[in-house]
């Protein structure tokens, strides 16, 4: 996971600023000074060797959290931060272009003026930046820049890449051709996107295993590769013989475990979040009205508290992986089916057009739930010192997505995982949505089961 804060501001109090990105990287954190910039990098060690950072080569100073999958392509690198300054050097600003991964990064070049700052395709590690005169800010929350004394403080928009904190550059260009006509490349895409998850990684796997899609597809790929991971599912208001069923078929290598929060778990789990957890607001809103979700606190979320339960028995059984399945909702279905929308704030009904550029990029794309859902997972996720990962985010799984006939994404409710689920005879319930909820029968937006026949009669608000 790790952390980093970068400014050329002074300040006091190491530990104020750097209390809750320190969770992010609980251990090491390293200090470093060059030319009026102080460097600070949390470390979280997901391959069992320390690598110091910040990165230094002549006057380029670079710091990243998250994991480059591709850093091997590059070079005989023993890390893949390693890989950053050299990409730099011989590509220049666009070497950002080259990378395949789910990161934050900075560097800077102090002989060219130049700074850049960027986050992945899908910004799915959390990145903040300032620019106030002749002082700068970046930190990985926006708290940390917030006790350093800066004011007009923005988020680093995903699939962009800052110079001087000031030209906007995009990172990646989706192709919105939709040409396939089979599923084969999207579920090959899948199968990749999972592997490169787990497998430079000297840590271990965990997942939320709910009776839906999206941790459906997850764990069946993982039982196909035969991954070591625990998989974790809440008694709640979900299909208890899908749940079996899928629990039974765990591989010997791997464990299942069903747990039943009880009001003291909830009040704990809670209470990790009030003290741990950097506060984020959602955004939620929708394309095609003016419905919107503003203010509401990933705190004040029940979900929240069902997150931080696992993730403290994951941490308490040594996983530090874990493998999430948001995007699903966002990407595959836009949270409709066939033009109805199940949620207000689907953009589209989950329609796709025969010109996806006639509503590319819809708002949950890169925003809206997109991005208040990761940070709802990147936040109590890192708190733990986990790190979170998101294979349906990958932009090939996306892009190939995309070119799938319209007639194909459109065939069935979250097509590409209701084709996935079938063709390995995976136990999964059609055309229904489930989410974890920590406690039964407690209010829990993403924690109710939704039968999608029903709503092509009558849309229905489980929002409200």
């Not at 699903?328 to 199940?342: M, P, T």
Request: net charge negative; charged share 25%; proline share 3%.
């Amino acid at each position: 996971m790790c952390s980093i804060v970068i400014t050329n501001k002074t300040f006091d109090n190491l530990d104020h600023i750097n209390y809750y990105t320190r969770f992010r990287g609980p251990d090491s954190t390293n200090v470093f000074e060059r030319d009026g910039v102080t460097f600070i990098h949390n470390l979280l060690s997901m391959t069992g060797d320390f690598t110091t950072q910040p990165f230094i080569e002549d006057d380029i100073v670079c710091l990243h959290n998250g994991e480059i999958y591709n850093y091997k392509t590059f070079g005989d690198y023993e890390s893949d931060g390693q890989c950053l300054i050299p990409l730099y050097k011989e590509h220049g600003i666009d070497f950002i272009k080259k990378l395949d991964g789910e990161f934050a990064i900075f560097l800077i070049d102090f002989s060219k003026k130049i700074s850049i700052i960027s986050t992945d395709v899908f910004g799915t590690k959390p990145l903040w930046h300032s620019k106030e005169g002749e002082e700068f800010g970046v930190a990985s929350y926006k708290s940390a820049l917030d006790r350093i004394g800066f004011k007009n403080i923005e988020r680093v928009p995903a699939n962009h890449y800052i110079i001087n904190h000031d030209q906007n550059h995009r990172i990646f260009d989706f192709d919105l051709k939709q040409h396939k006509s089979s599923f084969d490349d999207w579920t090959t895409a899948y199968k990749e996107s999972i592997r490169k998850r787990y497998e430079d990684s000297s840590q271990k796997v965990f997942i939320g295993l709910s009776s839906g899609y999206d941790s459906g597809a997850i764990a069946c790929e993982l039982n196909e590769q035969n991954v070591d991971h625990y998989a974790y599912t809440s008694i709640g208001n979900e299909n208890t013989d899908i749940l079996k069923a899928r629990h039974k078929l765990i591989p010997k290598n791997s464990k299942g475990f069903f747990i039943k929060g009880s009001s003291k778990d909830y009040n704990k789990a809670h209470s990790f979040i009030e003290d741990c957890v950097e506060e984020f607001t959602y955004e939620i809103y929708s394309d095609s009205s003016d419905y919107n979700e503003f203010g509401m606190s990933l705190k004040d979320d029940n979900g929240s508290n069902g997150l931080s339960y696992i993730c403290s028995r994951a941490k308490s059984d040594d996983r530090k992986i874990y493998i999430s399945g948001q995007g699903s909702d966002e990407i595959f279905a836009d949270y409709g089916f066939k033009g109805i929308k199940k949620f207000k704030h689907s953009n589209f009904g989950g329609l796709y057009p025969d010109d996806l550029s006639t509503i590319f990029p819809w708002a949950s794309f890169y925003d809206s739930t997109q991005r208040s859902y990761l940070m709802k997972e990147e936040y109590i996720s890192g708190a733990y010192g986990l790190e979170g990962r998101y294979p349906f985010l990958d932009k090939y799984v996306v892009q190939e997505f995309l070119w799938l006939l319209p007639e194909l994404k459109n065939g069935n409710y979250k097509s590409v995982l209701f084709n996935y689920l079938t063709e390995h005879n995976y136990p999964f319930e059609p055309d229904v949505k489930t989410g974890f909820s920590l406690l039964p029968n407690t209010k829990n937006p993403m924690g109710n089961k939704v039968s999608i026949g029903s709503i092509m009669s009558k849309v229905k608000n489980i929002f409200s």
